[in-house]
């Protein structure tokens, strides 16, 4: 027992020294801290060398000699003391920790609360209050987020070293189980504040992200939002104290708050984005806006500035109103009601000529508001009370301009449909006419005040295509596009005429077929014009008829003229039958004559300009015309007797000839018309005459004629003495297809076809006509000068000749054949006879050594003259050929002789003789 005192008692005053020591630390901690004063600084002095002491005496004192407790009373009084003070420093620095945490606390909520002073955004409001609550000796993370649709949690501002726990997490607010956490119960339960121990019956995810980032507790606090999407302010923190009543309380009242300042900074802002709104509607305002108060001007927008002439909207402040007015007492009641709101009504409009700065004046429009304003504060400077005016000025200048920009579109667009050409008509649904444009008045003859209101098919078609019409029109207003038609219209004071006609819908603004808009174009002269374009191909293929007559023609001339020579050889001189073979033969002349002129009339080929006696043309076509023409005109001709070569295509010359005597025939049948109408007889003959002569254009006459040029020329006059033409007539008489005469007897051609001719021949046609009295024209074609005027291709000076040659001769008429072989005979060749082009090839391919020359009709059957030629040129190049038909070929051919059709037989003899003494071609 002895032995268990002596081991008690040093423990005991061991343990002492321990609390002394404890209590002279945490001494040392309140004066490290602040929490005491330095006086206290002797208390832990004294404390810490009683705690030396207390071990001196632990390992000084002999414990042997102790036998009970009772030995030792200060050593455990001492030990009791020693207890208290340790305890008491203890519970004392704990209890300053936990006043600092709360002062902490309180000091950062209050922070918060002066923060949001002020602050009128919505971002900052939530970025202040997580970064405030979560700095040192504050919360480890704050955040806040927001009540989404779905039920999740959206986060929008968050701060503290563990927002990585955010990430880790499902936030949801709706009755799951992830929404059982505290942010979620806020939420759902209104007001309250939800705080709970890391590990309570929350959600596993959410525990292990709380132990994962050290946090031990969370409250949270709904943030009230009216109107929007509720919203919650959690905080974590990383001890167990945390969150009492009172820091919770403090926590709802921040949640408060924080959604005051939340509701503030949306007033806020839709305060600012209404101003900014009505500022930019009143800078952006196309019309001009002054505010007005107590007679003065206190706000203008730019329009309004640059409207009335000023450089800037300040320099019409404090401006008096009725400056604005060109002529203040224009328009009464006006100056008054500028300056001030009247008694009457509170919104008026006038028009008034407007004055701008520079001094000139527009006319504008005036509309002026007055709202009582006098309890608003507005910053107006300087300070004005009293109604508000609100002067809309608009330059109606523009308008007027639209306005006559409009008048004139209608002007141009009515003026069009006059002038257009275009039947134009509107008529409504059910057909009557709505629109009678002046082209329909001229065409029918109907005045449009009597056309209105009547049924279109009634009016103007003709009774076999009214059912056409009427289902045509119904057609559009059903939303159907008729084909294009083409009917006749007649009227009681018009003759009748072909329209083409065409419909179209015409819609409203809601796109409702309302009318139908018909135009008809005038397609009578077209019409009639086609039909004269036929008879014109009609021409032509009795042209192409009479060419293809004249080359059959040729050929039986050919042999006839042949036969006649040389039966006229066998007989002697003196016999009877020698005079009926003379007139076979001249007859057969008057034939070939016949016959080359048909050739002239339909040939094909182009111009050739060569010197020519237009005397020959003028004879020529003077005998051919007088023949076909009614003998009751005389037909006349003069020529010179030394007349000049003209260089010409007389083909061509022949043309412009015959259309001006047709001219002048057809002038004169029209008077003649006429007089047997009337009943009388003409005073004088009717008459034609043609004249060729030669004449010296001057400088005197090109002064008249700016057209015609100097030198010689010879001009060719056609005149009649029938019914002429007047001045319009004659202007319009080279047009193409402008006629006079009646249908059937022209196409308006003739004149303009002369007109091309004489222009392409460098010369020129004038015309001298009166009405009444007949109409000359006068062509002139230049002199051919250095060139000898044509000659015979065969002088008939030019012997025949006998030979020994052999012929290759290929013609598809038999009786030719028959004539060349008798004639070739005679002059002592011999003959290959070939009748048609590919018998020619064949003969001249298995005797090419023994042929000497080829003679060729242009036109065979099988091959024709021109494929046999190029065959018998590939074969031998330098074969002598001799061409023949009724008209010689488009283009010349080099090395061959042209014998033209119908040829005698001497010709022919001496054409072969001719190509035979030539050299060959190399």
């Given at each position: ?6 081991m ?14 404890i209590?002279?630390w ?7 801290t ?10 832990s ?7 030396l002491?207390s071990?001196?005496?632990?390992f000084?004192s ?8 009772t ?19 203890l519970?004392?620095?704990?209890w300053?920790?936990?006043?600092e945490?709360?002062e ?6 209050a922070?918060?609360?002066r923060?949001?002073?002020?602050v009128?955004e ?5 970025s ?5 609550l ?14 989404e ?18 990430r880790?997490v ?6 799951t189980?992830?929404g059982?956490?505290?942010?979620g119960?806020?939420?759902r339960?209104?007001g309250t504040?939800?705080?709970r121990e890391?590990g ?8 292990e992200?709380c ?10 606090a709904r ?7 509720h919203?919650?302010?959690v ?15 403090a ?16 007033r806020?802002?839709?305060f600012v ?8 509607l ?19 927008n730019?329009?309004?500035?640059e409207m ?35 008694k ?6 006038w ?13 504008g429009e005036i ?9 608003r504060?507005?910053?107006?400077i300087?300070?004005?009370r ?16 639209v306005l ?6 209608r002007?141009?667009?009515?003026r ?35 056309a209105m ?16 019409h ?8 059903a ?5 294009p038609?083409e ?17 179209a819908p ?12 018909v135009?008809?174009i005038d ?12 008879e014109?191909?009609?021409m032509e293929?009795?042209g192409t ?10 050929n039986?001339?050919t ?6 020579d040389?039966?006229?050889g066998?007989v ?5 039958a ?16 016949l ?5 002239d ?17 003028v004879?020529e ?6 023949q076909?023409i ?10 010179s007797?030394?007349?000049l ?24 049948m029209e008077?003649?018309e ?6 009388g007889?003409?005073?004088t003959g009717y ?5 060729a002569?030669?004449?010296e ?7 008249i004629?700016?057209y015609?040029?100097?030198?010689r020329?010879?001009r060719?006059s ?18 193409p ?8 007897r ?12 004489v222009?392409?021949?460098n ?7 009166f ?5 000359t ?7 051919a ?6 000659s015979?291709v ?6 025949s ?12 008429e038999?009786?030719i ?5 008798q004639?070739m ?5 011999t003959?290959?006879l070939?009748e ?11 005797n ?10 242009l036109?065979?059957?099988q ?10 040129r ?6 002598r050929?001799i061409?023949s038909s009724g008209?010689?070929?488009?283009e ?10 119908p ?15 030539a050299?060959?071609?190399?």
């Open positions: 027992m002895e032995y268990n005192y002596r008690v008692l040093p423990a005991i005053q061991c343990v002492s020294a321990i609390f002394q020591f209590a002279a945490q001494s040392v901690v309140f004066l490290s602040g929490r005491l004063g330095r006086v206290w600084s002797f208390v002095l004294a404390l810490f060398l009683k705690g002491l071990v001196w005496e632990l000084s002999s414990w042997s000699t102790v036998s009970t407790f030995d030792q009373p200060v050593v455990i009084a001492e030990f009791f003391i020693s207890l208290l003070l340790a305890s008491g420093f519970l004392t620095g704990q300053f920790r936990f006043r945490r709360l902490a606390r309180f000091d950062l909520i922070e918060v609360e923060s949001l002073v002020g009128l919505e971002e900052k409001v939530l202040l209050v997580c970064g405030i979560s700095r040192s000796r504050g919360y480890r993370l704050v955040w806040v987020g927001a009540a649709g779905d039920g999740t949690i959206r986060v929008e501002c968050s701060s503290g070293d563990a927002a990585e726990f955010l880790g499902s936030l949801r607010w709706d009755d189980p992830a059982q956490a505290p942010p119960n806020a939420l339960t209104g504040i939800t705080a890391v309570e019956g929350l959600p596993g995810e959410w525990r992200g132990r994962h980032h050290g946090l031990v507790r969370c409250a949270a943030i009230e939002q009216h109107g929007f999407p919203k919650v302010l905080v974590h923190a990383d001890t167990a104290a945390a969150f009492d009543a009172v820091e919770m309380e926590l709802a009242a921040m949640a408060r708050r924080v959604g005051s300042a939340i509701q503030g900074a949306r806020h802002e839709i984005n209404a101003k900014a709104s009505y500022d930019e009143l800078r952006n305002q196309r019309d001009g806006v002054i505010l007005v108060r107590e007679g003065k001007v206190v706000r203008a730019p329009s309004a500035a009335l002439g000023y450089a800037s909207p300040r320099l019409l402040f404090d401006a008096d109103p009725v400056s604005i007015l060109a002529e203040p007492d224009a328009v009464p009641g006006l100056r008054e009601e500028l300056r001030g709101p009247g009457g009504e509170s919104r008026r409009e028009e008034a000529s407007l004055l701008r700065m520079d001094g000139s004046t527009f006319p509309r002026l508001t007055w709202a009582p304003r006098e309890d504060n507005d910053d107006f300087p300070k004005r009293g109604p508000l005016g609100m002067i809309v000025l608009r330059d109606v200048a523009e308008r007027e301009r006559r920009e409009l008048r004139k579109e002007d141009f667009s009515n069009m449909l006059d002038i257009s050409g275009a039947l134009v008509l509107q008529v409504s649904r059910a057909g009557e006419i709505l629109l009678f444009n002046r082209q329909c008045e001229e065409v029918t003859g109907i005045p449009a005040r009597d209101g009547r049924k279109m098919w009634d009016l103007l078609i003709a009774e076999p295509a009214r059912d056409l009427r289902d045509a029109i119904r057609g559009v207003a939303g159907r596009t008729p084909p038609l009917t006749s219209i007649v009227t009681p004071n018009a003759s009748p005429r072909t329209i083409a006609w065409n419909h015409l819609h409203d603004g809601a796109g409702t077929i309302v009318s139908v808009i135009t008809g397609v009578t002269e077209r019409r009639q014009l086609e039909k004269q374009l036929i014109m191909q009609k293929a009795v008829l009479a060419g293809g007559i004249a080359h059959d023609f040729n039986i001339l042999g006839i003229l042949g036969s006649l040389l039966a006229r066998f002697p001189p003196g016999s009877p020698s005079a009926p073979i003379a007139e076979g033969i001249k007859a057969s002349e008057r034939a070939v004559h016959v080359r002129q048909l050739l009339f339909s040939r094909r080929a182009p111009a050739e300009c060569r010197p020519v006696n237009l005397g020959h043309v004879r076509v003077t005998a051919l015309f007088s076909t009614d003998r009751r005109i005389e037909v006349t001709s003069s020529i007797d030394d007349l070569p003209a260089f010409v295509d007389p083909n061509q010359v022949h043309q412009v000839l015959m259309n001006l005597c047709v001219n002048a025939r057809d002038a004169i008077s003649l006429t007089v047997e109408k009337s009943g007889r003409p005073l008459w034609i005459y043609t004249r002569e030669n004449v254009v001057d400088d005197d006459y090109c002064r004629f700016p015609a040029r100097k030198g020329y010879i060719l056609i005149g009649d003495n029938g019914v002429g033409m007047d001045e319009a007539t004659q202007r319009r008489v080279f047009e297809f402008f006629t006079t005469k009646k249908m059937g022209g196409t308006g051609l003739g004149l303009s076809t002369v007109y091309g001719i222009k392409q021949h010369g020129w046609i004038n015309l001298e006509s009405a009444g009295k007949g109409t024209f006068c062509a002139y074609f230049p002199e000068t250095g060139l000898p005027e044509e015979p065969f002088p008939e000076t030019a012997p000749g006998r030979g020994k040659e052999t012929v290759l001769f290929a013609d598809d038999e009786l054949r028959d004539l060349a072989r004639v005979e005679m002059h002592g060749y003959v290959f070939a048609d082009g590919l018998r020619a090839i064949d003969l001249f391919r298995s090419r050594e023994a042929i000497d020359l080829v003679v060729l009709d036109t065979m059957p091959r024709s003259g021109m494929e046999v030629l190029r065959a018998i590939n074969i031998d190049p330098g074969a050929v061409l008209s010689p070929p488009a010349s051919v080099p090395g061959t002789t042209f014998l033209p059709k040829y005698r037989a001497e010709m022919l003899a001496k054409a072969v003789r001719s190509a035979l003494d050299p060959r071609s190399a």
